[in-house]
């Protein structure tokens, strides 16, 4: 994602909001049941068009959402969790 005010901004020089969201180096690959919880902050915030942050998801994580064995995020699984605290008005 490039700034409308930053086009052609070298990485470096974007700001920091812009860094977050487009890593200079992309993944080699992504699973989508177990993300690390940068890379799915990063993820969530392309698709949701604001801002989560990874301190968001680990608050997420301490009110229940769950997460696997190694720390990582199953999207899916996150996703559901999602829809099941917003229907109970969380």
Do not use: C
């Amino acid at each position: 994602m490039i700034s409308d005010e930053h086009p052609a901004l070298p990485y470096e020089n974007r700001p920091e909001w812009e860094r977050f969201l487009m890593p200079s180096e992309p993944p080699e690959s992504i699973d989508p049941v177990a993300l690390p919880i940068d890379l799915a902050a990063r993820l969530l915030s392309q698709g949701a068009k604001r801002a989560v942050t990874p301190d968001m998801l680990q608050q997420d994580i301490a009110a229940g959402a769950p997460v696997n064995r190694d720390g990582s995020l199953n999207l899916v699984h996150y996703t559901a969790w999602l829809l099941k605290e917003n229907a109970h008005g969380h």
